[in-house]
């Protein structure tokens, strides 16, 4: 256990929510996939084969050949800003704290990735040394599962272990089935629909539900993913008053020789394309951020398979990312979770706000 600073009697408790998702290479280059993916793949909760057997694998075959493979692929969505999902990832951090501003709450948010940087440890570090003795710990994941979630809080008590003074920790578990997150979702569907039309459901156009895969291994071993899924799914289409035929529910982004959570998206595009199906519209409701396995593995890879099999118009759906409807969402499920905490602003702070804000406001008036 290690030292750490004296006790101080009568230090203000402060709050935090530290958001976590899944991580992302610094660099599309070869040697930096090459430095995520040994990181992400030698976690035991992602790869559950027998270490020897996998540590031959991992090091012999897949960290030879798809390191380059995947560097090319995330070249295609790279940004100024970098990797999608760790620029979008910012931006979620700047939306929640203005939401919980809005709220007059005084309550830090911080952004860790499982695997890569900036790590879950060093983002507790930092927030132990700036004073934050409650943090709530939010896996961007709504659906549970033990390959993404549990090695999220996994990480958390791996950073516990040593520290002397452990800040009062609360753990989301999932929000597959939060009537924020189906609402958030369902909006978001409507907008696009306002913006791209309606689909002709009559006609046979579909709404597809894609999540990230699991083993299925996982699913007989009682991992609630899959349930999850589909509750979401099933929440999101009462909430948009589909009829049965007018959606499909199917698992992406396969990984390795096991069999997977079936249907397959790319198997589905493929039949949906050569059954003439004149416009399909794809979302993922299980990434919070746009990433790899959005822009490049649906928008790219899913248009392609289904209009080369003979489909017509396909429309992604974006992921909430940092959109009003995302923050709105965060901060009511963080609110929830917070319940007895205290969060609000001092006095002071909270009129000095209001005041900042009349200001811009006369001052935008001022402007018209
Ligand atoms: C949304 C939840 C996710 C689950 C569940 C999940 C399970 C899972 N993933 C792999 C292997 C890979 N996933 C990769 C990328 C990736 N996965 C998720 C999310 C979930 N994964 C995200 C958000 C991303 C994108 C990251 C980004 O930088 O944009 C990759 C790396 C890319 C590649 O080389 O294809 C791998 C590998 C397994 C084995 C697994 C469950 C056991
Ligand atoms: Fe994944
Ligand atoms: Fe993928």
């Known amino acids: 256990m290690r030292?750490?600073?004296?006790?101080?009697?009568?230090?203000?408790?402060?709050?935090?929510?530290?958001?976590?998702?899944?991580?992302?290479?610094?660099?599309?280059?070869?040697?930096?996939?090459?430095?995520?993916?040994?990181?992400?793949?030698?976690?035991?909760?992602?790869?559950?084969?027998?270490?020897?057997?996998?540590?031959?694998?991992?090091?012999?075959?897949?960290?030879?050949?798809?390191?380059?493979?995947?560097?090319?692929?995330?070249?295609?969505?790279?940004?100024?800003?970098?990797?999608?999902?760790?620029?979008?990832?910012?931006?979620?951090?700047?939306?929640?704290?203005?939401?919980?501003?809005?709220?007059?709450?005084?309550?830090?948010?911080?952004?860790?990735?499982?695997?890569?940087?900036?790590?879950?440890?060093?983002?507790m570090d930092q927030l132990r040394k700036d004073g934050y003795d409650r943090v709530l710990v939010f896996p961007l994941y709504p659906q549970y599962a033990a390959a993404t979630t549990a090695s999220v809080f996994d990480a958390v008590f791996d950073w516990a272990k040593p520290v002397r003074n452990i800040p009062e920790l609360r753990l989301v578990k999932h929000y597959h089935d939060h009537p924020a997150y189906i609402h958030a979702l369902a909006e978001s569907v409507r907008k696009h629909w306002q913006i791209n039309g309606r689909p002709n459901f009559e006609g046979g156009d579909v709404l597809l539900f894609s999540f990230h895969g699991v083993p299925e291994m996982t699913l007989l071993k009682g991992d609630p993913y899959h349930c999850e899924c589909y509750k979401t799914a099933r929440l999101l289409v009462e909430e948009l008053g589909l009829q049965k035929g007018d959606y499909r529910v199917t698992f992406q982004s396969r990984f390795g020789k096991a069999k997977w959570l079936e249907p397959y998206t790319d198997k589905t595009l493929e039949a949906l394309g050569k059954a003439g199906t004149k416009r399909i519209d794809v979302m993922c409701p299980g990434f919070m951020a746009d990433c790899l396995e959005t822009l490049e593995e649906i928008n790219q890879e899913g248009r392609e398979d289904f209009q080369h099999a003979g489909g017509g118009e396909f429309h992604y759906i974006a992921c909430l990312n940092d959109s009003e409807l995302s923050a709105a969402m965060l901060s009511e499920i963080t609110a929830q979770h917070m319940q007895g905490w205290p969060v609000d602003m001092g006095y002071e702070e909270s009129m000095a706000l209001e005041l900042a804000e009349s200001r811009k406001l006369a001052l935008e008036m001022g402007a018209q």
């Not at 004296?6 to 998702?21: C, D, E, I, S, Y």
């Open 3 to 123: 030292t750490e600073a004296p006790f101080r009697h009568g230090t203000p408790q402060k709050t935090a929510v530290l958001l976590v998702n899944l991580g992302t290479p610094d660099n599309a280059d070869t040697p930096s996939l090459r430095r995520y993916l040994k990181e992400f793949l030698s976690d035991p909760r992602v790869v559950e084969i027998p270490k020897l057997i996998w540590w031959i694998i991992l090091n012999g075959i897949i960290l030879q050949i798809r390191p380059k493979k995947s560097a090319a692929k995330y070249a295609t969505v790279w940004t100024d800003e970098g990797s999608p999902l760790m620029a979008i990832g910012k931006r979620q951090v700047r939306v929640l704290s203005e939401a919980f501003k809005a709220r007059r709450w005084d309550v830090r948010v911080e952004l860790a990735m499982r695997y890569g940087n900036p790590s879950v440890a060093s983002r």
